[in-house]
């Protein structure tokens, strides 16, 4: 299975500071047709997932452009440009190449 | 809207089995894979199983970690996901979700259903 490693695991942040969040993968998810299947999730304390980006960079609807999506080949990054309160909760990268699709540990965003 | 409802979850003993649902509205269920995730008390999310739309078969794609134990169908006409569990141990106690695969990942997602394994 591909292994997806994110860090920081912990991410205290500011409110109205950035935020960074790094997913690493230890094969390429680059796939034959030119997309690279790489997606990022948010979960809100109680709630389902939600994703937010796909295909390393493109924001699903609805999403607030404060967030960002990049990166290539087995190294890729989720931007928060200014956090706000409502961003609390737990971050997963997912790779949905190989199958079993597999998601990265989860990086929780609290608030300092 | 696109809605997704899973149900069937609840207690079960060692060794039984459970099956689930997840009611799909709002877009063209047969034109979609679907997903089973999983996510067990405090832990991260797991991708368990996948059933292709009508196009691919419905072929049916499963983790190791229930491959022979666990089988996903589908009922086009009912618009309607399944996911029958059988010898279930408590590794297996988790909340379930379905979710609709677009691009690879699911971009809608159900609010899931707590299966609880134990005598």
């Known amino acids: 299975d591909v292994v997806m490693t994110q860090s920081p695991l912990s991410l205290p942040v500011t409110l109205g500071q950035p935020a960074s969040i790094s997913c690493r993968s230890s094969?390429?998810?680059?796939?034959?047709?030119?997309?690279?299947?790489l997606s990022w999730f948010q979960q809100r304390p109680g709630q389902s997932p939600r994703r937010l980006i796909y295909?390393?960079?493109k924001r699903d609807s609805g999403v607030p452009d404060r967030f960002s999506g990049s990166g290539s080949g087995t190294d890729f990054t989720l931007k928060i440009s200014k956090v706000e309160a409502e961003d609390v909760g737990v971050y997963y990268c997912?790779?949905?190449?190989?199958?079993?699709?597999?998601f990265g540990q989860g990086t929780k965003l609290e608030i300092k | 809207e696109v809605q997704l409802v899973e149900s069937g979850g609840g207690l079960v003993q060692p060794g039984g089995s459970l099956r689930l649902s997840c009611a799909a509205s709002?877009?063209?269920?047969?034109?979609?894979?679907m997903d089973w995730v999983r996510q067990a008390p405090g832990k991260g999310l797991e991708w368990i199983g996948r059933?292709?739309?009508?196009?691919?078969?419905?072929?049916?794609e499963y983790a190791a970690s229930v491959r022979g134990r666990f089988t996903i169908s589908r009922d086009d006409s009912k618009r309607t996901l399944y996911l029958q569990m059988n010898s279930l141990n408590s590794e297996d106690t988790a909340v379930y979700f379905c979710?609709?695969?677009?691009?690879?990942?699911?971009?809608?997602w159900g609010q899931g259903t707590l299966v609880t394994v134990s005598s």
């Open positions: 094969q390429s998810v680059v796939h034959r047709d030119g997309n690279t299947y």
């Open positions: 997912m790779q949905g190449i190989n199958w079993p699709y597999t």
């Open positions: 979710t609709r695969d677009s691009y690879g990942s699911g971009d809608a």
């Open positions: 059933i292709r739309n009508k196009a691919n078969n419905h072929i049916a």
């Open positions: 295909w390393v960079s």
């Open positions: 709002g877009f063209t269920f047969s034109d979609y894979y």
